[in-house]
């Protein structure tokens, strides 16, 4: 039974910080590459960024370099997402998803999880 629970989220003035967490169960995670997918109000689904197997390798959408971490730690299962100096634009439901192969930057999910809501605003 493959599951993804995300938690994290919540209301954060911008300029914040959210870490945000996901635990896996249910497959070999150090195995995949992982990816944390976002989708604002009234649009469409935004990858963020993914980290492969082993965790040597991390990529970022543009507009959140310098500003999110994406980490994990194998040993539990647990995928991360850091979240510094939060924009309104960063608003949203984040999911946390397993590709469905391992380092080949496809943007192509198996499971997601239940999603945490990320609201920015004063």
């Known amino acids: 039974q493959v599951q993804l629970v995300e938690s994290g989220g919540g209301l954060v003035q911008p300029g914040g910080s959210l870490r945000l967490s996901c635990t896996a169960s249910g497959f070999t995670f150090r195995q995949y590459t992982m990816s944390w997918v976002r989708q604002g109000p009234g649009k469409g689904l935004e990858w963020v960024s993914d980290?492969?197997?082993?965790?040597?390798?991390?990529t970022y959408i543009d507009s959140v370099k310098g500003r999110f971490t994406i980490t994990r730690d194998d040993p539990t299962n647990t995928l991360y997402l850091q979240m510094n100096s939060l924009k309104p634009e960063d608003t949203g439901v984040y999911f946390c998803?397993?590709?469905?192969?391992?380092?080949?930057?496809?943007?192509?999910?198996?499971?997601w999880g239940q999603g945490t809501q990320v609201t920015v605003s004063s």
């Open positions: 980290i492969k197997s082993g965790g040597e390798t991390t």
């Open positions: 998803a397993k590709d469905l192969y391992d380092g080949a930057g496809l943007g192509e999910y198996d499971f």
